[in-house]
């Protein structure tokens, strides 16, 4: 029987039964507490709070914030020394009803990191989340794998750690940080801990005019009482897909600009599996940097695809004055059952263009920096993705595998040779699209294939996540520098942790 169709043909039933949830590899979901409140969760149904009211409509329009900045306490140069400590919270998106979160700092999303390459950077994290192990990741970052949050290091709750890294030169861009712990970072990420890591570099070709903002999307659901409620078993399968998209923590903030005036934004897609397909109404877009930095050289878009993890660099031009909107397009990700959200046409962020001029800008130059091919790999391994759903004498098994396995934190899927280069295929045969992910560097996507058809990147570019649609294969050029334990898997949170992950152990 086909998935589709086994799915509309009545799936909530079998999900309903308490056999079936057990069933499903949820280590870590385990708070059975959360699960009598189940349903399959179509949008109709996850959305009605406690009072049975839909969605609770949030303030827009507030004047964009600024993510605060980690002080350094260092107070030397070269040296990026602070504390992070992540812990509960109250937020306030709706008046009158306090939502408890968890935070870093107290905010989320967190404080926003600034470092220089060359730095060394060291940051004490400090767990006061109730009752959990958490880790702290640094998503993209060329640090050391037992410095990067893995899994297999947690944190356990109420104790302390030191992370130290040093950040090597050429490793500007725009990465972040997130929980990793087995089997919780689904919810601790969904419950608000993410914070932005933006390495800037010394000698910077983009002009300091155009200023630097971060705009960190998040996906908020928020129940009639102001609580965030747990996951359904849509949520599970296809990735929790919130009601509210934010940026910086606000609904549809609104940003001021000159008529003529040039921003440098870094969109950060910090969504546990959101896909945002963005289009600027009455502003020309152009990327110049990727995950891992800058490009070669400006690219012109009119529309981009950001993938949960996904990040992108992009100067805008307002050039007409009025209001210049950030919305979202429709795009068919393959989305499981029923309750597909409605993606297309949310505007996430309002410039208001001015009639008065800016100064003149200085034009973005047309070389931004060389970026060399990682060239000729001596490896290439395949990893497929798969989606499984099978019913057996007790219930209904469903599976999100690679090469036909789900994680394993005692295996070693792969062993690869620190300074060798690869070629992964990353194949996704399942019926959704899967976002890849892997830790500790920096890949090029050379080629994607769909149904025969071969397309290349327009340019080079330093990537650390890349969309593999379903029913396609992206091939791509990775090298691991340093020893250790590194996990892949996919972005969308709910399916790491439903097992679509492994463990690719490098070797001196
Ligand atoms: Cu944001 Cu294992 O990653
Ligand atoms: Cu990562
Ligand atoms: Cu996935």
Not at 11 to 30: E, T
Not at 85 to 104: C, E, H, N, Q, S
Not at 303 to 322: H, N, Q, Y
Not at 423 to 447: C, K, R, S, Y
């Amino acid at each position: 029987m086909h998935r589709r169709g086994f799915l509309a043909a009545g799936l909530a039933a079998v999900l309903a039964s308490p056999r079936a949830l057990a069933q499903m590899k949820m280590d870590g979901m385990s708070n059975m507490d959360s699960m009598p409140g189940m349903d399959m969760g179509g949008h109709a149904g996850h959305d009605m709070g406690a009072m049975g009211q839909g969605p609770a409509a949030l303030p827009e329009g507030e004047a964009l914030r600024e993510l605060p900045l980690l002080a350094n306490e260092a107070g030397q140069t070269g040296l990026f020394k602070a504390r992070l400590t992540a812990g509960p919270a109250t937020a306030r998106f709706v008046a009158d009803k306090d939502t408890p979160i968890l935070a870093y700092n107290g905010t989320s999303p967190g404080p926003l990191i600034e470092a220089y390459e060359g730095d060394r950077v060291e940051i004490t994290f400090a767990n006061r989340i109730e009752g959990e192990p958490s880790t702290i990741h640094w998503h993209g970052m060329p640090v050391p794998a037992d410095q990067d949050g893995n899994p297999m290091d947690p944190v356990a709750a109420g104790a302390d750690r030191a992370y130290a890294f040093e950040l090597p030169e050429g490793s500007a861009g725009s990465y972040w940080y997130h929980p990793h712990p087995h089997g919780k970072t689904a919810e601790q990420v969904y419950r608000g801990l993410a914070g932005a890591f933006v390495v800037k570099a010394k000698a910077d070709p983009v002009p300091a005019e155009y200023g630097d903002t971060v705009l960190m999307f998040t996906d908020l659901r928020l129940a009639a009482d102001g609580s965030m409620p747990a996951n359904t078993m849509n949520d599970v399968m296809n990735g929790r897909v919130g009601d509210h998209v934010l940026v910086n923590g606000q609904k549809n903030p609104r940003l001021a600009v000159a008529m003529g005036a040039k921003r440098r934004l870094r969109l950060y897609n910090a969504t546990n599996a959101r896909f945002l397909r963005l289009a600027f109404a009455n502003a020309a877009m152009t990327v110049i940097g990727s995950d891992g930095g800058l490009l070669e050289a400006p690219v012109a878009v009119d529309e981009i695809l950001l993938s949960p993890a996904e990040r992108v660099e992009l100067v805008v031009a307002f050039d007409k004055p009025g209001a210049a909107t950030l919305t979202t397009l429709d795009y068919d990700r393959g989305w499981m059952g029923p309750g597909r959200p409605a993606d297309a046409g949310l505007t996430l962020l309002t410039v208001d263009v001015s009639d008065t001029p800016a100064e003149a800008m200085p034009p973005l130059p047309e070389r931004l920096r060389p970026i060399a091919p990682l060239g000729a790999p001596t490896v290439s391994r395949r990893l497929v993705f798969t989606e499984t759903m099978a019913m057996n004498a007790t219930g209904m098994e469903m599976g999100f595998l690679i090469n036909g396995k789900a994680f394993d934190m005692q295996r070693v899927d792969i062993v690869a040779k620190a300074g060798e280069t690869e070629l992964w295929e990353i194949v996704n045969h399942a019926d959704m699209d899967h976002p890849f992910h892997v830790h500790g560097t920096q890949f090029q996507v050379i080629e994607h294939e769909r149904d025969g058809k071969i397309s290349n990147p327009p340019c080079l570019a330093w990537k650390d996540t890349v969309n593999v649609a379903r029913g396609e294969t992206v091939r791509l050029i990775t090298r691991q520098e340093r020893p250790g334990p590194r996990m892949y898997h996919c972005h969308i949170l709910e399916h790491e942790q439903l097992g679509m992950m492994g463990v690719v152990d490098v070797k001196v």
